[in-house]
């Protein structure tokens, strides 16, 4: 359980995180949605303790993180790969790191093989690819078998297999009554992973919702019709609650009506059809609608069209 | 690599006890930190070799070849003169030992595990100074033997048990291990390497060389409670007049280290990991 309220974080005059509050509750995964520099970073820093709020606090499974006496045992953290001395293996990492809270080379060994780092765990970091060290990152994250665990944009630099292997993992933690937070600033990846969505744009909070309800208010029932007689079937499909557009001469987007209702008017009316092709905006697009105001650092040029 | 993960082996085969973070365990897990890492006994062993190797060609150097008229030497302070060299190394590996953490990100996993951050300056502190006093110990004696050995050719050995003898040879293993200490505190102060390094030498090397170019009526209220000269204080069998008795001297220069320490430790519970 993750608790903020009114987190607030100051850079000299640049506010990083903006009065954010959220609870982050046990047994699913919650994911950490914005763009690039909206405060996701700054956020989870601020929840291990590395960075102290400007104002505002936040609590892990009820105490500050640094007043855990078993720090490790309560929250692993993946904040970014590569938080590792680069002369060190991986293995002498992560029994530096255990050894502070009185974890053998039994339990390393055990994350080491967790994570499909047995072959190189000997090796120096320094040569690891961003995938394996952020298989590394996540072993140190999950060897005091923590309550609650902290992932920072941990797909970042994974192979396909890897990404697969991580959204298992942490469906699994979840499942197992754990706290799982995870940042991304891909809603696709958190789709698929995360059940919670706590959606954040320029250190503020944009949306605290579930991903289904997410979903649902973010498509948008539109039905595409081709039909060389397209402006009779329009007659025909207005209704109160129907709204009709034309992008381009023969087509109509229709919303309102399902593609059934669409296509019984047509064949009763002896309408011919094309096209009959119900359209659902990605996530990715609602999640772009919402946080368009948001985004910290804009393109500078946009393709003429290419805007969904 | 599999895509699956067997859930069990996130608990582990045997339940991970919770056991507190002790500062006892924070050594441990500091001296693990200090002996995996290759640049340690790389800089340690260029230390040694300053102490024992070049250290008695030195000493047979001076014996053998001085010229008639040149000023006299002790045998002691002559074989453990190349502590000016060795603190060096001792000081730049104190200042890695913090800053390499730095700068490789590492910091943000020591300050994760130990969020209560203070025991972690602590042990680095702890563990680095114990190692360099053990080490530079060792050095001094064998070199002080090895020194006197050459010297006694010469008829000018000393003997430990000669006056001031014993406080110079294991004078030089605490005046090392306070260099190492100011080493990890400028670290911690400063946490860039080539900055602490450049304050590391500036404050040992530079300062006394500056503080001669003062008007001698203000160098003497000044030079000899540079940190280098308070220190070195130790380290004349024959206490030098111009500075401060060798333990009051040492005692400074222990101030000095403590202070930076305790100034380290409060910025590191304040600044941003």
Do not use: C
């Not at chain 2, 005046?175 to 102060?189: E, I, M, P, R, S």
Request: glycine share 10%; net charge neutral; no cysteine.
């Amino acid at each position: 359980m993750i608790v903020a309220s009114n987190l607030t974080k100051q850079y000299g005059i640049k506010t990083a995180v903006d009065d954010l509050s959220f609870t982050i509750r046990p047994g699913i995964v919650t994911g950490f949605l914005g763009p690039n520099g909206a405060g996701k970073s700054t956020t989870m820093r601020m929840i291990m303790g590395l960075d102290a709020p400007t104002s505002g606090s936040v609590t892990v499974n009820g105490r500050r993180y640094s007043e855990h006496a078993a720090p490790l045992h309560e929250v692993g953290a993946l904040l970014e790969a590569k938080a590792i001395h680069t002369g060190r293996s991986a293995r002498n990492h992560l029994l530096a790191l255990a050894a502070t809270t009185g974890i053998g080379a039994r339990r390393v060994d055990e994350v080491i093989e967790l994570v499909g780092l047995r072959e190189v765990a000997r090796r120096r970091a320094g040569g690891f690819s961003l995938g394996m060290g952020q298989r590394l990152g996540i072993a140190s994250a999950l060897l005091g078998d923590p309550a609650t665990v902290l992932l920072d944009e941990p797909v970042n630099g994974l192979d396909p297999e890897g990404i697969l292997w991580i959204r298992n993992l942490l469906k699994g933690l979840a499942a197992e009554g754990r706290t799982v937070f995870v940042s991304s600033h891909l809603m696709s990846e958190m789709a698929l992973t995360a059940e919670h969505l706590i959606v954040v744009g320029r250190g503020k909070l944009i949306a605290d919702t579930s991903v289904a309800d997410f979903t649902r208010s973010a498509s948008r029932n539109l039905v595409r019709v081709r039909s060389p007689h397209a402006d009779k079937l329009r007659g025909l499909l207005l209704g109160p609650d129907v709204t009709i557009e034309s992008p381009e001469p023969g087509t109509l987007e229709v919303t309102g009506l399902d593609s059934e209702q669409i296509g019984t008017v047509a064949a009763e009316n002896g309408v011919i059809l094309f096209e009959l092709a119900p359209q659902q905006a990605s996530l990715e697009e609602a999640f772009m609608e919402l946080t368009r105001d948001a985004v910290e650092y804009h393109a500078s040029t946009t393709v003429a069209g290419s805007v969904a | 690599m599999t895509t699956t993960t067997d859930m069990a082996a996130v608990h582990g085969t045997a339940p991970v006890r919770k056991e507190r973070v002790t500062q006892l365990r924070v050594i441990n897990s500091e001296w693990i930190k200090m002996r995996t890492l290759k640049s340690t006994p790389i800089t340690l062993l260029v230390a040694v070799v300053i102490m024992v190797g070049l250290g008695p060609l030195l000493t047979w150097g001076n014996a053998a070849h001085s010229s008639q008229g040149a000023p006299p030497f002790n045998g002691a302070e002559l074989s453990l003169g190349l502590y000016h060299l060795a603190q060096l190394a001792i000081g730049v590996l104190g200042v890695l030992m913090v800053t390499g953490e730095y700068s490789t990100g590492m910091i943000r996993a020591s300050l994760s595990a130990v969020p209560k951050r203070l025991p972690v300056l602590w042990a680095k502190a702890a563990v680095y100074g114990a190692v360099v006093l053990v080490l530079m110990t060792i050095s001094a004696l064998v070199a002080f033997y090895s020194g006197q050995a050459i010297l006694s050719h010469y008829g000018r050995s000393v003997a430990l048990s000669d006056p001031g003898v014993a406080r110079v040879v294991f004078g030089t293993g605490l005046y090392l291990t306070v260099v190492g200490l100011l080493g990890v505190a400028l670290g911690a102060l400063i946490r860039n390497g080539a900055g602490a390094i450049s304050s590391l030498v500036g404050v040992l090397l530079l300062l006394p060389v500056l503080s001669d170019l003062l008007p001698s009526s203000w160098s003497t209220h000044i030079t000899p409670y540079l940190p280098s000269n308070a220190g070195s204080a130790l380290l004349n069998v024959v206490p030098d007049p111009t500075l401060m008795s060798p333990w009051g001297g040492f005692a400074l220069f222990v101030g000095y280290a403590v202070a930076l320490l305790a100034i380290a430790g409060v910025l590191l519970k304040r600044r941003d990991a």
